[in-house]
């Protein structure tokens, strides 16, 4: 079965408005949580990562929370800018000594002037 | 900054034939890995690799092989490519659990 799951493949905001991106995992030892940012044709890099021992972590405009006991993370950008266009990978795994991450479908983030 | 990069870029090859992506990175990192991107699917891990000499299969190894021949270089193998290979290839390494490095991408076609 699928490990990370974003249930919304796409997502249209208003600029100055907040995007909220979700993400669901079924495994509860995974222990790392990471949103990624993807332009067409470019690699995903990465946005902003948390670990289980914290439920939220801020970075700017962008903010992760954690909610372990339902399986559940999302990221909410703040003051959406057009620039903010991109399709958003979330990721999470756990840490067992070798490294295995799983990655959802991607949720396709459209801001609008 | 962190550096890895990818060869060739794009590729079109036939059924049958055999294909080597790879992947070379100078950020001194210890592992490395193969994800494949399909439309629809978000990125799912064929092989990596901790330490050179040594492969592991991930979730999709089924038709594809992996070499580490060093620290910087991890290739992947298409022995006898299918159409179903068809999609972009990433590669990525990172020194810990804590971040990936990806390289550009190579997009794999094949006829």
């Known amino acids: 079965g699928q490990q990370v799951k974003q249930s919304s493949p796409s997502l249209t905001v208003q600029e100055g408005g907040i995007s909220i991106l979700n993400c669901d995992y079924e495994?509860?030892?995974?222990?790392?949580f990471a949103w990624y940012k993807k332009y067409p044709d470019n690699s995903p890099t990465l946005l902003i990562s948390?670990?289980?021992?914290?439920d939220k972590r801020e970075d700017g405009r962008l903010t992760v929370f954690l909610n372990k006991s339902g399986k559940h993370f999302s990221l909410h950008i703040t003051a959406s800018q057009p620039e903010d266009t991109a399709v958003y990978l979330c990721?999470?795994?756990?840490?067992?000594?070798?490294?295995?991450?799983?990655f959802g479908k991607g949720t396709s983030l459209t801001v609008i002037p | 900054e962190a550096a890895v990069t990818q060869s060739p870029r794009s590729k079109v090859a036939v059924t049958g034939g055999k294909v080597t992506l790879s992947c070379h990175q100078t950020?001194?990192?210890?592992?490395m890995y193969w994800y494949r991107q399909d439309t629809g699917h978000g990125l799912r891990l064929i092989h990596y690799?901790?330490?050179?000499?040594?492969?592991e299969k991930g979730d999709i190894p089924d038709g594809y092989k992996a070499s580490r021949p060093s620290q910087e270089n991890f290739s992947l193998i298409l022995e006898l490519a299918s159409l179903s290979q068809t999609a972009v290839y990433f590669c990525?390494?990172?020194?810990?659990?804590?971040?990936?490095?990806f390289g550009p991408g190579t997009r794999l076609t094949v006829l």
């Open positions: 990525a390494s990172s020194d810990s659990y804590a971040e990936q490095f």
């Open positions: 495994n509860d030892m995974f222990d790392y």
């Open positions: 948390v670990r289980s021992n914290v």
């Open positions: 990721a999470a795994g756990e840490d067992t000594g070798y490294q295995n991450f799983y």
């Open positions: 950020n001194n990192h210890d592992y």
């Open positions: 690799s901790y330490v050179a000499d040594s492969t």
